[in-house]
Each structure stands twice: as structure tokens, then as C-alpha cells.
């Protein structure tokens, strides 16, 4: 078993081998006990300083990422993009060399653009993770969900899983797509035709245009928002017809296997692509994963920024 991960950065989950896949989900698993303490802190980052950069929205990876920093005792700085020099027009470059000169010991960044993680990896000495890329990679997402689902199903091998929605623009699908072929799992993706890419298949996956027929038979199944910020008008014909026909209800949950899970990345758009009833119901983990994000994002700022 190895004990460390050979990249000094996390930029995605295409890179990683099924047993630093393992290594980061098992120390999440230690990681996860700390949180259900009184006192949720222990020493292993102290003096460490991570900077999370965000140059898109987020409430679940940065808050997540900060409290996965300060229960590790780091000294966690959070940058705004719209409050800072970013807004007067400073590059990414700049940004991230300003920041080098202040000496921390990680940046998280998040950005519109695919490759801007690899792209400041480059230029800095202190290990980068990407806390999600364009349509590229969201990496901490994938091992949240690979842990949540561990949790749940034990065993991640053999494992039937459908990813349902805008494929085409989802950052989460393909660090899933990378992360569940690497741990034995079998993945579908389901969606409009508009909004698989052509080709996926390559990657590993299966196309069930049917969205009931993605849905029988599955041991998990993740729900995507449709990613409207990513996309050009005219893909789909309207959101009450793409909730029709692709959106998870009650209804068409009748299909599903007994112990199905449901999951969803958040932010949800409810009575779109899931029902209420659905996201809050008996086999929805929606919220397991959001526990489960801090967990995991203590394991990788612990691995990457060598903690004791
Ligand atoms: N799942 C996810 O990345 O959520 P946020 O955009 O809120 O971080």
C-alpha cells in the first residue's frame, strides 16, 4: 500500500492510480472521525497556509475546502475574486506569482477556464488542486462521491452507475468517468443527445439516451444540473420538457433497483432535473456527500501539504 501521492498537484482524477484513489479515500475515512468530535481540530496542518482562490461561485468546495483546512489547524485565506486586483484587470499569471511570494503551502483554485489549475501548477512550487476547471475536471468532487458511495455500498468494483444530464459540460461527470473506470465500476451516461459529446464512449462509458432505461438496473445513479453558464442557447427545447423527459421523479424511480442511491453535485435545480421529493427522499445521499466533501478535502490537503 502506498503512502503518498506521486503528483506534488491534484489537477484531476484522469492522472491518478487506483491506489492513490484508495489512499485518499482511506485517509478520509480517519479524516471523517475528527469532524464528529466536540473539539473538530488537530495540530496535523498547524503553521501550513492554504489559499483558496475562486475565480467562479461556490458554496459547497470553498466553504469545504476551509474547514477542511482549519480543523487541520492550517491558517486558511480566502480570495474574492471580484474584491481583488483580478478585477482591475491583473492576470492569472500575476496572480498566482503575487501569491508564491507570500509562500503558501497549497492554492485551491477554481476557474471558467479548462487547464487554468495545470496552467498555475506550472508556475508555482507549492502544490495546486483544482477545485474545478471548465468542463474538465473536478477531481475532490469524483472522490466525494466515490467515497459517499463506498460508505454506502462497501464496494465500489462491479458497481452500476448512471450519470444522467448535461454530460457534455460537466466537469464532475468526467472526473467520475476517470475516477469509477479506474475502481472497476461500471459507468452509463444518459442525457439529450444534444448533451453527450459524440465520442464519449472512447473514455469508457456506455450511452443510454433513455434516461428510464439509464435508470433500471443501477446500483447509483447522480443526477447533473444543466449547466446554462457553460452552454450556447438552443441545445434542449425548454426546461419543462427536458424536466419531462429527463428530470428524476418519483415516477421514474418505479424502474429503479430496491437499494438504489441518488446523488446530485449541488447546486441543485429542484423540479428540473430532480424532484423535491426525490432530493430529499430515502435514497437520496445528497447531503452525505456534502459531510463527506470536508472529509475528503482534509485528506488531500493533509497528503499534498505532508502533514504529520
Ligand atoms: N459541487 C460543487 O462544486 O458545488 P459548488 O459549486 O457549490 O462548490
Do not use: W
Not at 479515500?25 to 488537530?42: F, G, H
Not at 478535502?297 to 499534498?304: D, E, G, I, N, S
Request: charged share 25%; glycine share 6%; proline share 3%.
Amino acid at each position: 500500500m502506498i503512502n503518498k501521492l506521486k503528483s506534488k498537484d491534484l489537477l484531476g482524477t484522469k492522472d491518478l492510480s487506483p491506489e492513490e484513489i484508495l489512499l485518499i479515500l482511506n485517509t478520509a475515512e480517519s479524516m471523517k472521525e475528527i469532524s464528529s468530535r466536540d473539539i473538530k481540530k488537530v495540530p496535523a496542518l498547524r503553521g501550513k497556509t492554504i489559499i483558496n482562490l475562486f475565480y467562479e461561485s461556490s458554496t459547497r468546495t470553498r466553504t469545504s475546502f476551509e474547514i477542511a483546512g482549519k480543523r487541520l489547524s492550517a491558517d486558511v485565506v480566502n480570495i474574492s475574486v471580484s474584491t481583488s486586483s483580478v478585477a482591475k484587470g491583473e492576470t492569472l499569471r500575476d496572480t498566482a506569482k503575487n501569491l508564491e511570494a507570500m509562500n503558501p503551502d497549497a492554492v485551491v483554485i477554481r476557474h471558467s477556464s479548462s487547464g487554468a489549475s495545470e496552467y498555475i501548477a506550472k508556475i508555482l512550487r507549492c502544490p495546486v488542486i483544482n477545485a474545478g476547471d471548465g468542463a474538465h475536471e473536478h477531481p475532490t468532487q469524483a472522490l466525494l462521491d466515490l467515497f459517499t458511495i463506498r460508505e454506502k455500498k462497501k464496494e465500489l468494483k462491479g458497481l452500476k452507475v448512471s450519470i444522467i444530464g448535461d454530460i457534455a459540460h460537466s466537469r464532475v461527470a468526467r472526473s467520475n468517468i476517470y475516477a469509477m473506470n479506474k475502481m472497476g465500476m461500471d459507468v452509463t451516461v444518459s442525457g439529450p443527445s444534444t448533451l453527450i459529446p459524440v465520442d464519449i464512449e472512447k473514455i469508457g462509458v456506455k450511452v443510454v439516451n433513455d434516461v428510464v432505461k439509464a435508470i433500471e438496473g443501477a446500483d447509483v445513479i447522480i443526477m447533473l444540473r444543466i449547466q446554462l453558464e457553460r452552454q450556447e442557447k438552443g441545445l434542449f427545447p425548454s426546461i419543462r420538457e427536458y424536466s419531462r423527459l429527463f428530470g428524476l421523479n418519483t415516477e421514474k424511480l418505479k424502474n429503479a433497483k430496491e437499494d438504489v442511491i441518488i446523488m446530485h453535485p449541488g447546486p441543485m435545480n429542484r423540479g428540473v432535473e430532480i424532484s423535491a421529493d426525490v432530493a430529499d427522499g430515502q435514497y437520496s445521499l445528497i447531503l452525505d456527500q456534502v459531510t463527506n466533501g470536508v472529509a475528503v478535502r482534509m485528506a488531500v490537503l493533509h497528503l499534498l501539504t505532508g502533514g504529520a
